[in-house]
């Protein structure tokens, strides 16, 4: 057998064959893939083409389409970001501009680009709750049943046909009733109630009970055959102190986020921590008419993500590890030495203005999550706990979204509440 030789880079302590030595100039495999990755770097650094799209323009329409353009990545193109997100863009249109957009929506659409066109749409609805139901006849025409949210503001005659077309097209089934869900008004709503008195032939087909599909609408059929709604229409942003421009400082000391509590989680027996505690005043919080002057929602950061975690408030809103919190059969042990972001570092704020309840209801979408109020950013399916006194579903309140504050994190963390025994919850989801 050949004797093997040592590799010639510097440091290196891998030998090779004579055979390998002739073929790479005397160093071994990897050190040779190496040497080949550093020219291509070298040779990308130095070729390397600096391209603004954005160059020139002015026009936030102009801008807006550039950005909805999907682009290829390509290493020799270094692409400059522009200096706004394409959010930020689409909640300061003024109405003429978002009817511009819309109607490049529907040019879209009959040009047969249906990703730009929905993601256009998409925009237009969560971030301005704006009406685009002109555009809808479109979408029926080509199909395009979802998002389902895109529906919401159906006019009667398209709910009327969808209603009927849901109880014979067994393939678009399921997203038509997250539609009629999005949609929600008294017919839909009489039309759930009689499917649950007379559940239609077709409900054998669905993978969960028709009902459930209400919840991803942000409200439930309650028992009296009523509308019960588990979200608010008020929403306001949670951001980083820093990236909240608006700012009246009076505002923002009314509500606080990611306090270490002084209690310990009785499962882990670290710390709590507070996600929440805001003044009930708060125009986002007031609808709930809780007596407590201010609301805290708490959960333990770590077992939270594994399991509901109810708190009852005190008198004095003190949270309190509820006797209802089940112990899961598994939970991981975690070590001491935490790798997350401490939450004090964190700084969050309310924004001082409120935005479109949709606003972070396609967590598909680029937007930042954390708000309180508005709908949920459903990351798996929606999730409303059933309260464990009254066992009614508990409404949602607002949530973090750990991606928006650190950007090695994920997941989402969803705050209710019930207020017949001033119990509150959390969930978690993450991808
Ligand atoms: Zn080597
Ligand atoms: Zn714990
Ligand atoms: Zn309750």
Redesign the pocket.
Known sequence: MAERIPCKTEGCSSTILPTTAAKTGGICMPCQQEQVRQEQQAYIEQHRRTVNLYEGLTDPIEILKVMHVPRNYDPLIQYVDYPHSKEQIYVSLTAAEAGQMLKYAVELLDAGNEDEAEQILLSLVCYRNDDISEALPKLIERNMYYPSILFKDALPEIRERLLQQVEWDDDNRNHLLLILSWIGDTEVVRQFEQWRLHPPKWAGQLFVNHDVYSLEAGWELASNGEKRDLISERCFAIRLTGEQQVGSGTETSAAHFLKTSNSN??????K?TILMDADTTHPSLAYLGVLMERLQVAT?????GFNTIYMELDQQGEPVWSLFNQKPDY?PNWDDKDSSVAVEEIKLTVSSEPHSPYYAASWTLTQQDSQIGGHPSWVQDADYPHCPCCAQRMRFIGQLDWADFDQYSEGIFYMFICTEETMTATLYQQS
């Open positions: 989680c009785p499962w882990c027996k670290r709590l333990c950061e770590h077992c939270g939970l």
